[in-house]
């Protein structure tokens, strides 16, 4: 597989509900980075794990990085309508200048 | 809140023929960055610059593309002579800090979606 593969490509679920996306990677990171991508727009910035940390919260969301596994999940919680949307994870692979590697995405549809 | 802004939006142009992306990154921030995602692809690295030079390119970004920072507030992208493939959404990005391991998020623009004919 690729750096930054996810699963699962989408994901369809009720307001109110839990989502849960995965990203693996192969290489070593510098940090893991994850982008929300509404249609037809740009990339926003949602959470930042360092390397050293293992879990990271902000707001609704909740961020867990294993780098025994080279993988990171993004929780969640109590989706919303407006959580509808692409997310992405990127990870630094510290090459360089914020060079991101992105992965393929998830698909996050939440029906009211 | 302040925010990177490309434009324009959408450019539609002829194969062969040179476009200018153009950006303006937020304001106090010192490192830009191009990135592209062609339609139902994966978002790409093209290039990152700071202290007015490219810092890092990939592959992608070869000699027909180009980046400058012609002024104190404008960071724009040139394609030379356009192919078909370069068909795709282009992303302006801009962090505060850049330099491995100061962990600064990227902000991004909302694109330009280029379409070559």
């Known amino acids: 597989s690729q750096q930054g593969e996810e699963d699962p490509q989408a994901l369809s679920i009720q307001e109110g509900e839990n989502a849960t996306m995965n990203c693996s990677y192969k290489?070593?990171?510098?940090?893991l980075q994850w982008y929300r991508q509404n249609s037809g727009r740009g990339l926003v910035h949602l959470i930042l794990i360092r390397s050293n940390e293992r879990e990271k919260h902000s707001g609704r969301l909740r961020v867990t990085l294993d780098t025994s596994k080279k993988s990171s999940s993004l929780l969640i919680t109590a989706s919303r309508a407006a959580d509808t949307a692409s997310y992405f994870c990127?990870?630094?692979?510290?090459?360089?200048?914020?060079?991101?590697?992105f992965g393929t995405g998830t698909r996050l549809l939440v029906s009211p | 809140e302040p925010e990177v802004t490309q434009t324009p939006s959408h450019q539609v142009t002829q194969m062969g023929q040179e476009v200018i992306l153009r950006c303006v990154p937020i304001?106090?921030?010192?490192?830009f960055y191009w990135y592209r995602q062609i339609l139902g692809q994966k978002v790409e690295f093209l290039v990152s610059?700071?202290?007015?030079?490219?810092?890092?390119k990939s592959e992608i970004f070869d000699d027909q593309f180009s980046v400058e920072r012609p002024d104190g507030s404008n960071f724009t992208l040139k394609i030379r002579s356009t192919k078909l493939e370069d068909s795709a959404m282009y992303f302006c990005a801009s962090s505060e800090r850049g330099a491995v391991g100061h962990n600064s998020p990227l902000h991004f623009g909302n694109g330009t979606r280029l379409t070559v004919t």
């Open positions: 990127a990870t630094d692979v510290g090459t360089g200048f914020q060079k991101l590697v």
């Open positions: 304001s106090n921030h010192l490192y």
């Open positions: 290489t070593s990171i510098n940090n």
């Open positions: 610059f700071y202290n007015n030079e490219i810092s890092e």
